[in-house]
Every structure is written in structure tokens, then in C-alpha cells.
């Protein structure tokens, strides 16, 4: 049995690789990818203190640098204090014997797997690598770079912008005045947790919408006729996440939105021209 992946020989010569063969390959990749999730565990581990009531309790704070810059943005337009925030300021609490163990280890599993994000991408492009032809190679220089450089800004966006926002309209957020808000601290990690990790993810938009146009599951027009429900979709979501009715924090939130799925129509056009350019020289 036999898979469409192959490894290169020392002449540059590809030998089909057995089932069991690509097996073996993907269990090294993804053991060395589990020792750097490890190491990146181990330090947020070590510097637990600074990350957790530094890092993920930062929106919580009223000195965090969103709050402050907002602030200032919006007496910059002119507007007030309309985007002015102060932080969350609600009290947390652990409501189980071992909450708060289990909590420390999913915060560093997960800043683990952020810190090696680079590396773990690496080690499944060393796997997908060697299936591709060296024309799609040439057309993939510099990927490791544009994965984790999305994943990181769009993760620093979900800590600076999202979760500030999110956190702020729940901590305000009372069906009767008498009702208090206090969390439960996994509550509260389990709302930043996929708030970061999913906006990291969402700025992998434009490479995805690329590699769909690749295969030809997706186009350029195709893109442009969903367009007004794809603005629709990401203007409802800023309008959940942001603490008012104001349109300057709803923008804040979707405009990079609306970037990355611009950028991707670029991106499935250029794909376009590029196969169409191919087919062009077959024919000649």
C-alpha cells in the first residue's frame, strides 16, 4: 500500500514511501513537535507569576495598554470617552478543590503551544514538503514566516482588542442591578483561551482562502459575490464583542477582518491568473 507523498533521495530522486514509512515519518514529527510544546510549557511554567497575572489577567487590569491608547484614540477623534475602558475589575473565584491546579496546567500547555507555534508549523511543513513539485516549492518560499507571522498578530490582536472588549461587556453586562457579577476563574480562561487562539487562527485566512484556490475549491468571484454576507457576518460579530452601539469600536474590531478576507480575493485572483498563464503555455 502506498500513499501520493514521497521522500527524496540523496540524487534528488523521489522513491515512494510505504504506509507504515510515512507512519514513522509523522511520529517523529510530531514527537519533536510535543518536546518544543514541552519546553515552551516548562518556561511559562517557570515564569508563572509574570504570565499569569501579568498576561492572561492583564485585561482585568485598569493599567492595561489598551485601555490607555483607546483612550487617548478616541479624544484624538474627538469623541469623548466613548472608547474609553477601565477594565473588567470583577472579582474571581475557584468553586472546586483542584480548579486552579487545572487551570495552571491548560495555561501552560497553552502558552506551550503558542510559543512553539513556529516551530510546530516547521515540523508539518517538513512532512506536507517533500509531496510538492519544485515548481509549488518556488511559490512557497517564505511560509513558515507568513504562517507564524499571522498567528502571532492575529493572536496579539485577540489579547489587545478582542478580549479587552469581550470582557468589558460582560463584566457591565446585568439583567438586574442587584445581580453580581463575579466569575469563576475557569470560566474566565476558558473565554480567553479561544478568544486568542481563535483570532490567531482567523488571521490564517488569507493562506487558507490561497491553498483552497490552489485546489480549486474556492475563486476570486466567487469570493466577491459572498462578499456583502461576509461583511454582514464580520460587522455582527464586532457589534457582539464591542461594550456599545458606537461605530469607531465596532470598526476597530472588524476592519482587520475585512483586510484578511480583501487580501485573500487578492490572493485566489493571483492564483487565477497564474494557473490561467500555465494552461496558456500547455497549449503553446
Given at each position: 500500500?502506498?500513499?501520493?507523498?514521497?521522500?527524496?533521495?540523496?540524487?534528488?530522486?523521489?522513491?515512494?514511501?510505504?504506509?507504515?514509512?510515512?507512519l514513522?515519518?509523522?511520529?517523529?514529527?510530531?514527537?519533536?513537535?510535543?518536546?518544543?510544546?514541552?519546553?515552551?510549557?516548562?518556561?511559562?511554567?517557570?515564569f508563572?507569576?509574570?504570565?499569569?497575572?501579568?498576561?492572561?489577567?492583564?485585561?482585568?487590569?485598569?493599567?492595561?495598554?489598551?485601555?490607555?491608547?483607546?483612550?487617548?484614540?478616541?479624544?484624538?477623534?474627538?469623541?469623548?470617552?466613548?472608547?474609553?475602558?477601565t477594565?473588567?475589575?470583577?472579582?474571581?473565584?475557584?468553586?472546586?478543590?483542584?480548579?486552579?491546579?487545572?487551570?495552571?496546567?491548560?495555561?501552560?500547555?497553552?502558552?506551550?503551544?503558542i510559543?512553539?507555534?513556529?516551530?510546530?508549523?516547521?515540523?508539518?511543513?517538513?512532512?506536507?514538503?517533500?509531496?510538492?513539485?519544485?515548481?509549488?516549492?518556488?511559490?512557497?518560499?517564505?511560509?513558515?514566516?507568513?504562517?507564524s507571522?499571522?498567528?502571532?498578530?492575529?493572536?496579539?490582536?485577540?489579547?489587545?482588542?478582542?478580549?479587552?472588549?469581550?470582557?468589558?461587556?460582560f463584566?457591565?453586562?446585568?439583567?438586574?442591578?442587584?445581580?453580581?457579577?463575579?466569575?469563576?476563574?475557569?470560566?474566565?480562561?476558558d473565554?480567553?483561551?479561544?478568544?486568542?487562539?481563535?483570532?490567531?487562527?482567523?488571521?490564517?485566512?488569507?493562506?487558507?482562502?490561497?491553498?483552497?484556490?490552489?485546489v480549486?475549491?474556492?475563486?476570486?468571484?466567487y469570493?466577491?459575490?459572498?462578499?456583502?454576507?461576509?461583511?454582514?457576518?464580520?460587522?455582527?460579530?464586532?457589534?457582539?464583542?464591542?461594550?456599545?452601539?458606537?461605530?469607531?469600536s465596532?470598526?476597530?474590531?472588524?476592519?482587520?477582518?475585512?483586510?484578511?478576507?480583501?487580501v485573500?480575493?487578492?490572493?485566489?485572483r493571483?492564483?487565477?491568473?497564474?494557473?490561467?498563464?500555465?494552461?496558456?503555455e500547455?497549449?503553446s
Amino acid at each position: 500500500m502506498s500513499l501520493s507523498i514521497f521522500k527524496r533521495g540523496n540524487n534528488d530522486e523521489r522513491a515512494e514511501m510505504s504506509f507504515i514509512e510515512h507512519l514513522d515519518v509523522l511520529r517523529s514529527h510530531i514527537f519533536r513537535s510535543v518536546v518544543a510544546i514541552a519546553i515552551g510549557a516548562v518556561v511559562v511554567g517557570y515564569f508563572n507569576k509574570f504570565f499569569i497575572k501579568k498576561v492572561l489577567l492583564g485585561p482585568t487590569h485598569t493599567d492595561f495598554p489598551t485601555y490607555g491608547l483607546l483612550c487617548k484614540f478616541g479624544t484624538f477623534l474627538h469623541i469623548g470617552k466613548s472608547l474609553c475602558m477601565t477594565g473588567a475589575g470583577v472579582k474571581m473565584q475557584s468553586t472546586a478543590v483542584a480548579t486552579q491546579f487545572s487551570m495552571w496546567i491548560t495555561i501552560v500547555l497553552v502558552g506551550g503551544i503558542i510559543i512553539a507555534f513556529p516551530f510546530i508549523f516547521n515540523e508539518f511543513w517538513k512532512f506536507v514538503k517533500p509531496a510538492l513539485t519544485k515548481k509549488e516549492l518556488s511559490k512557497t518560499r517564505g511560509v513558515i514566516f507568513w504562517v507564524s507571522f499571522l498567528f502571532f498578530t492575529g493572536v496579539a490582536f485577540g489579547y489587545f482588542i478582542i478580549a479587552p472588549y469581550t470582557l468589558n461587556f460582560f463584566a457591565n453586562f446585568q439583567l438586574d442591578e442587584n445581580i453580581e457579577n463575579r466569575w469563576t476563574i475557569a470560566s474566565y480562561i476558558d473565554t480567553m483561551i479561544p478568544l486568542i487562539l481563535g483570532s490567531g487562527l482567523a488571521f490564517q485566512l488569507p493562506l487558507v482562502v490561497f491553498f483552497l484556490a490552489k485546489v480549486g475549491v474556492v475563486n476570486a468571484t466567487y469570493l466577491k459575490a459572498i462578499r456583502r454576507y461576509a461583511i454582514v457576518v464580520i460587522f455582527i460579530v464586532a457589534a457582539i464583542i464591542t461594550p456599545g452601539p458606537d461605530v469607531v469600536s465596532q470598526m476597530t474590531v472588524a476592519l482587520p477582518l475585512l483586510l484578511l478576507y480583501e487580501v485573500g480575493i487578492v490572493l485566489a485572483r493571483r492564483v487565477e491568473k497564474e494557473k490561467a498563464k500555465e494552461e496558456l503555455e500547455e497549449w503553446s
